[in-house]
């Protein structure tokens, strides 16, 4: 089994910051891409964040410049700084990794338990 563990999430003011991580363990062969969404009341879970092994990452329109994700492989962790914070940022945020669990076998995604974020004064 893999599991994905998020922490930092929290209530900050408007303008704010907070930082994310998530840390994979569990079986795991390969850890390929892995990212952020996220999901707020009503809407559907939308990509925030996604950065590849290798280091090259991807972000949503609405967090450019605000957000930075980053990879430690050696932790197989992940982490979201988030800058400039919006009461629009407002969600749950779930991080995700595709997975590799044996040679040869196929890649799977999987989902942590989510993280909630509070933008609000």
């Known amino acids: 089994q893999v599991q994905l563990v998020e922490s930092g999430g929290g209530l900050v003011q408007p303008g704010g910051s907070l930082r994310l991580s998530c840390v994979a363990s569990g079986s795991i062969f390969s850890l390929n891409d892995m990212g952020w969404y996220r999901q707020a009341p009503g809407k559907q879970r939308e990509l925030v964040a996604i950065i590849t092994s290798g280091g090259f990452t991807n972000y949503a329109d609405s967090v450019k410049g605000r957000f930075t994700i980053s990879r430690d492989n050696a932790k197989n962790t992940i982490s979201l700084q988030m800058n400039s914070l919006e009461p629009e940022d407002t969600a749950v945020y779930y991080c995700?990794?595709?997975?590799?669990?044996?040679?040869?076998?196929?890649?799977?995604?999987?989902w942590g338990q989510g993280t909630q974020v509070t933008v609000s004064s």
């Open positions: 995700n990794a595709r997975v590799v669990r044996r040679w040869g076998t196929a890649e799977y995604g999987y």
